[in-house]
């Protein structure tokens, strides 16, 4: 067994460098998940408004929403591609100013986009055009954010320097949910169908230029700086030359890739089922109001982030391994009673808030040790590419469906129970995956 040995630059990383990648590296993230949520709390709107042509169902037009949805998410792999291919060449910190530029845009186009009323046949695929736009950069954003957080992270603290990534996404989702909370009490529901629901795409673009601003300030990784200074080539004025070191090999990476997407498998399913789907779903099958599906999405995603940053702390003093595979134990056992709780039109208002915000709270144990998971699994030649397509495959297709699978099998069967069948599924293979993980992963430094 290959003893632990300390990494002399995670040891030198001085503390206000560390967190100025942490602030740095995670608004994007915030912004992603922000953007992300704010379309899944939307979904009906934005299904009348783009995805209704003359004569169509409201359930057929939210099922192409939640396409356009997925189709979002199957364009992350090829982002992470891209994107993790300059970062580990070029930098991380080139790239993640580019994937912000791009995902600002993008975002701010959606809420400037005219509808199917005005523009006919077009506006759909115009959407669908800016949703692959926001899924490219998205693809991007995680591999190298966590990347840029984990390499910054002093010795003993990397679990809680990657929770934070984990941990925006709960804000991002929270700060969506706020948002359409806020304009469904404020505006009528014409003017939220008709102009109100652009607004929060429009706040993207502040949002964007403040994440800009902060990258444009954000030093390169020590970990690629070490990178490029041991291939010993340099330039004219005898700087390293941004050439890291042979990749590991193609086979290896790709074997990393797959386990790493299935041991967050369970996260990714269990994360959209409960924090972004829940909202359709209880409108659409439990006849929810609006305003009560938010509510209900809110508790949950106080849950979620309630639990990721001690999870991740604590997975820094018991290891990944442990903390990961109880959070998807604890959600395969929990899925249906939860479920079967927010059916129960007999339990009381306090029960099914609790459920909402422990369902939220479960899910955050996979989340918060899971950056730090994925970063320990490959070296620094290759970690963007391969943090960022790990994770981005987990969630094309464990995330990025999960409302189009459970709104068409709920349609197809008449079966409710749907979403509990998916989430224990996926987390029951995903126990398999994390079972695998070394238990000494923590204390080891990130390869080279």
């Excluded at 912004?31 to 783009?50: K, L, Q, S």
Aim: net charge positive; charged share 10%; glycine share 10%.
């Amino acid at each position: 067994m290959t003893t632990p040995v300390p990494n002399p630059v995670e040891g030198t990383v001085k503390p206000p460098r560390s967190r100025r990648a942490l602030v740095a590296g995670s608004v994007g993230n915030f912004i992603e998940w922000y953007e992300f949520g704010v379309y899944g709390y939307f979904a009906t709107i934005i299904a009348a408004n783009f995805f209704t042509p003359d004569g169509g169902s409201d359930a057929e037009a939210l099922v192409k929403t939640y396409a356009s949805f997925a189709l979002a998410f199957f364009f992350r792999p090829v982002g992470a591609a891209v994107f993790g291919r300059v970062g580990d060449r070029m930098g991380r910190r080139p790239t993640l100013i580019l994937v912000i530029l791009l995902m600002t845009g993008a975002t701010t186009l959606i809420g400037l986009l005219p509808t199917y009323a005005t523009l006919g046949a077009a506006a759909p695929w115009l959407l669908t055009l800016l949703r692959i736009l926001q899924g490219l950069s998205a693809g991007g954003e995680f591999g190298g954010a966590a990347s840029i957080m984990t390499e910054f992270a002093p010795p003993g603290r990397r679990g809680l320097y990657g929770a934070w990534q984990s941990f925006t996404v709960a804000l991002g989702l929270l700060a969506g949910a706020g948002m359409a909370a806020l304009l469904a009490s404020v505006l009528t529901e014409p003017e939220l169908n008709g102009w109100g629901w652009r607004l929060p795409f429009l706040l993207t673009l502040p949002l964007g230029l403040a994440a800009l601003w902060l990258r444009l300030k954000l030093e390169e990784s020590p970990s690629f700086r070490r990178a490029r200074a041991q291939t010993g080539t340099a330039d004219a004025g005898g700087h390293p030359q941004a050439v890291p070191p042979a990749p590991a090999p193609a086979r290896e990476v790709a074997m990393a890739i797959a386990l790493g997407a299935g041991r967050l498998m369970g996260w990714s399913a269990a994360g959209y089922t409960f924090l972004v789907v829940m909202p359709s779903y209880l409108q659409s099958t439990l006849n929810a109001t609006f305003q009560q599906a938010l509510v209900a999405t809110v508790l949950a995603n106080l849950g979620f982030a309630a639990s990721i940053i001690p999870a991740g702390a604590l997975s820094d003093r018991i290891g990944r391994r442990p903390v990961m595979v109880a959070g998807a134990v604890l959600v395969a056992v929990l899925a249906f009673p939860l479920l079967h709780l927010l059916q129960d039109h007999a339990a009381s208002t306090a029960a099914k808030s609790l459920a909402v915000f422990v369902a939220g709270a479960v899910v955050g144990l996979m989340a918060g040790p899971g950056p730090a998971m994925l970063a320990e699994m490959f070296p620094t030649s290759v970690r963007y590419t391969g943090l960022g397509l790990a994770y981005s495959l987990s969630n094309a297709v464990f995330s990025g469906c999960a409302g189009l699978i459970i709104t068409e099998a709920i349609q197809r069967t008449g079966n409710i129970d749907i979403p509990a069948h998916y989430v224990v599924v996926t987390c029951a293979v995903s126990t398999l995956a994390l079972l695998t993980l070394r238990g000494d992963n923590h204390r080891r430094a990130l390869r080279d």
